[in-house]
């Protein structure tokens, strides 16, 4: 028989607000002292009344807009009952049955082999809004300290349909919805600071050779538990997917809804309890906070939606030439995107200054932009990125401005500067930001114009390495990249190499 793993994600993403969710207290901050940012509303003292954070409402709302959700006219919260040293108040304000979005979906794309289909529509089943719980802190022995800074720190938490049908379509959802969380500028959404968490919910089912289900759609399923990174996310999928097939082939498929811990140390997972139900919460309205009416405030923020990912990697596609993968690590950092953008655009405008060009804006465009869009793609990611990688500097802090990364481009494009003299300049503007211009001509890196001196450069070298010479003429054509090389050598990388070239073809043809 086969298997097929049904998978669905539950998400908490910590949003960007400067205080709680319910209080007046600042948002967590990883360089406070325990205990510090806590009054007696997030501490759960008796008679306290919380007041619902606006900012926290409009970045849940703009997340469900963003998500193809349906914004509810109407929401409330909800008292989520449990016990544990992390919830002072033994309940947790959630939202339960009228959550602020529900019916949404994100398409994602699946790049490579090793799956049956390249894109996949997963469902959104709802977003709501809660406060965050304290954090524990496990001191190796017998004690455990609680912190409370983080308790009451605005989340959405957003679950999914059981959609995923592999480990890495799992990863590359996670991926694409930190991307939007970042493109909305509610959170930071780093799964490593905490700003992103997962639970993953997994079962297996039978399937036949054309794909189709046999018996059961659905079995009772394992939720995974601490996944805090990407990596942790696919390698937890991955020993599940591989131990509940073991369990299924044994004869032995799990009988109940279970809950595991990811032990990232052995690389396993481990049993943790019976999975909760909603019935186990004992939901009931939160009687201190009014229900909330979202119609005017969805119709608002509907017209504010930034350009997302997908859209703005399809467009740098189509309007600037650029590659699928290259426009895809560019847009993965808004403010990398945000760069590019401004370069293209005075690109844009010194092609279309052009005196010699009499055709019309959407012609020249067309015909330059891949052009345009391999050379960007190239200088920035490749050069100017390893650059930046040796100074520890990103390009947010670069002293590299977009207009003159444009004019570097034109110097390039133009062959006023070749690639060696090229990395030289690019460096040099690295450490001031001056005119690459400028860095040319008081470097003199910039291409050699005088014919006369580059043709004496062309003989000295033929004179320089007679045996080249000859064997080229016994038919070792390839030494002539040889002979160019050593007039670029002898030209400090100023020659042009075309030029370069003809001029030596024309001398050993002479002889």
Not at 107 to 127: K, L, N, Q, V
Not at 392 to 417: C, P, Q, Y
Not at 457 to 484: D, M
Request: proline letters at 5%; charged letters at 25%; hydrophobic letters at 40%.
């Amino acid at each position: 028989m086969m298997y097929e793993p049904v998978i669905g994600l539950e998400i908490h993403v910590q949003l960007k607000t400067k205080t709680k969710m319910f209080c007046g207290c600042p948002t967590h901050d990883s360089a406070v002292a325990p205990n510090e940012h806590v009054c007696p509303i997030c501490l759960g003292h008796p008679g306290v009344l919380p007041v619902v954070n606006e900012t926290a409402v409009r970045y849940g709302v703009l997340m469900g807009l963003a998500l193809n959700c349906t914004i509810a006219e109407h929401s409330k919260f909800d008292r989520k009952n449990y016990f544990y040293p992390d919830l002072p108040k033994a309940y947790q304000i959630s939202q339960y049955d009228l959550p602020i979005a529900v019916k949404g979906y994100l398409e994602i794309e699946i790049p490579g082999s090793g799956s049956d289909r390249s894109t996949a529509r997963i469902g959104i089943t709802r977003a709501h809004l809660e406060e965050d719980a304290a954090k524990n802190l496990h001191s190796g022995g017998a004690a455990t300290y609680v912190d409370f800074n983080r308790g009451g720190t605005p989340l959405i938490e957003i679950v999914t349909e059981p959609d995923f049908r592999s480990s890495q379509e799992a990863k590359i959802f996670l991926q694409e919805l930190r991307l939007i969380a970042r493109y909305l500028g509610i959170s930071d959404a780093d799964m490593e600071k905490g700003h992103l968490r997962c639970d993953a919910n997994i079962s297996m089912r039978v399937i036949d050779e054309q794909g189709g289900i046999v018996g059961a759609r659905f079995n009772p399923k394992t939720e995974v538990k601490n996944l805090n990174s990407f990596k942790h996310v696919q390698n937890a999928l991955e020993y599940e997917i591989k131990r509940q097939t073991k369990l299924w082939e044994a004869g032995t498929p799990p009988m109940e809804s279970t809950t595991r811990g990811w032990n990232d140390t052995q690389n396993i997972t481990e049993e943790q309890r019976s999975k909760e139900e909603a019935a186990d919460y004992r939901y009931f309205p939160e009687p201190d906070i009014p229900p909330l009416a979202l119609k005017e405030l969805a119709d608002e923020l509907v017209g504010k939606l930034p350009e997302l990912p997908a859209a703005r990697r399809t467009r740098f596609i189509s309007e600037y030439g650029l590659k699928a993968s290259d426009a895809r690590q560019i847009c993965d950092d808004p403010a990398l995107a945000d760069f590019v953008e401004h370069v293209f655009s005075e690109l844009h405008a010194w092609l279309l200054a052009l005196p010699e060009l009499q055709e019309t804006e959407e012609t020249v465009l067309n015909r330059e932009k891949e052009k345009l869009g391999r050379l960007v793609a190239g200088w920035l990611l490749s050069k100017l990125g390893g650059l930046m990688v040796e100074r520890g500097i990103d390009v947010r802090t670069m002293k590299i401005s977009a207009e003159n990364f444009a004019e570097f481009i034109t110097l390039i494009a133009t062959k006023k500067l070749n690639n060696t003299a090229g990395l030289e300049v690019l460096d040099a503007m690295l450490d001031d930001g001056n005119d690459p211009t400028h860095i040319m001509e008081d470097r003199g890196l910039g291409r050699m114009d005088d014919e006369g001196a580059l043709a004496e450069l062309v003989k000295q070298t033929i004179e320089s390495y007679p045996a080249e010479v000859a064997r080229y003429k016994a038919g070792e054509e390839q030494l002539l990249q040889y002979l160019i090389g050593m007039v670029m050598k002898a030209s400090e990388g100023t020659a042009d190499p075309g030029i370069t070239k003809n001029m030596l073809l024309v001398e050993l043809n002479n002889e």
